[in-house]
């Protein structure tokens, strides 16, 4: 069973072709970056212009990689939601006429439920019940997955998302764009112990929510308190990313290892951009061994956003008949329950 994916939720155009709803044949992805980095962030009409020009492209290259023509494939999957209402609309059309046009089923899919798949793609041993943490530009929630298709959001931000915060820290310190895999990179060289900076709510063990603009603005007032001169100093710049690093890492863990406390779930899946990062890869791993629990984590390719996830999440609701109407909409503030 061939399941040709199509993902344009923010800026990345993503075509890929599964098969069977593990087996990965082609994953394109094509990022925008050149176009947003003097912006420091993602310019929403920009994104769904850069969309229309490389979808066709890129579905031909998806096409000739996995060696499928488009008339082959048995499903069309498409992202409906959550993300920018433009960018959506771009793929949602394609996948709409490609599945008019060849008479194929068509499955609209939550991006946040693609996430989950993405570690499922990586590890065939990981199954419900286990917790789940999306972690990206636009997420930052905790998920009680009880069955794929069987989902409970324990908790998100109040504000801002943990990726967000990774690219607004990096562009104050005009040190590029997007933020998390510079901060990454940048925080290895540095200490993360010399600035104590709390996450919001991290202590709070009432609920699951959680609160990033606060350290946001207390990493960007630290670093404005030195001289120009100090600024300067690749130590201390090092320095205050890698200690904000490590507070990112311990709220998002003492607030996962609390829904495993309450749950008694035994696996924890991460997805999204910001799980691609080393620091929190080794530390909840760690954490994993201490305390005996499971830790997947998506392949570096599928933490990012990608089709091939929305192609696995495709085939599972395929095989479950769940096909979607074609007057479908983009949701761009679709939630997971
Ligand atoms: O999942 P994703 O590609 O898009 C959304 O759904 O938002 O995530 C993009 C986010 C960006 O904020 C980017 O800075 C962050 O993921 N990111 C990272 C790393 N790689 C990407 N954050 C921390 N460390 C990384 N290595
Ligand atoms: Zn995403």
Not at 91 to 117: D, M, R, S, Y
Not at 119 to 137: C, E, N, V
Not at 252 to 279: E, M, P, R
Request: proline share 4%.
């Amino acid at each position: 069973m061939y399941c040709l994916a199509i993902e344009t939720s923010c800026d990345d155009t993503c075509v890929a072709i599964v098969k069977d709803g593990s087996v990965i044949l082609s994953n394109v992805i094509s990022n925008q970056l050149d176009f947003h980095r003097r912006f420091g962030g993602v310019v929403p009409e920009v994104a769904s212009r850069k969309h229309l020009e490389y979808l066709i492209p890129i579905l031909d290259q998806a096409c000739q990689e996995a060696g499928i023509d488009v008339s082959q494939i048995d499903v069309v999957a498409c992202t409906y939601g959550p993300g920018l209402a433009g960018s959506l609309l771009m793929g949602l059309c394609l996948a709409k006429t490609i599945a008019i046009l060849f008479q194929k089923p068509f499955v609209a899919i939550n991006h946040l439920e693609g996430h989950l798949f993405a570690s499922r793609l990586d590890h065939p041993d990981l199954t419900p019940p286990f917790i789940s943490l999306i972690i990206s530009g636009g997420h930052t929630e905790l998920i009680m997955v009880k069955d794929w298709g069987v989902y409970t959001s324990l908790g998100r931000t109040r504000d801002d998302a943990v990726g967000e915060v990774y690219d607004k820290i990096a562009k104050h310190l005009a040190i590029g764009y997007p933020g998390g895999p510079i901060i990454d990179l940048l925080s290895q060289n540095g200490n993360p112990n010399r600035f104590h900076f709390r996450g919001g709510l991290e202590d709070n063990k009432e609920n699951f929510e959680f609160s990033f603009s606060g350290l946001k603005t207390a990493v960007i007032r630290t670093y404005n308190q030195f001289s120009l001169n100090e600024k300067k100093d690749d130590t201390l710049r090092n320095d205050l990313l890698a200690s904000f690093q490590h507070s990112v890492y311990r709220t998002l863990w003492k607030k996962t290892f609390l829904a495993v406390k309450k749950t008694g779930y035994q696996g924890i899946s991460l997805g999204g951009g910001v799980s691609a990062n080393s620091y929190l890869r080794h530390q909840f791993s760690q954490q994993g061994e201490q305390h005996q629990l499971n830790i997947y984590f998506p392949s570096l390719t599928l933490c990012t956003d990608n089709a091939a996830m929305i192609a696995s999440c495709g085939s599972f609701h395929f095989s479950r008949g769940e096909l979607s109407p074609l007057d479908i909409e983009p949701h761009p503030q679709l939630r997971i329950v």
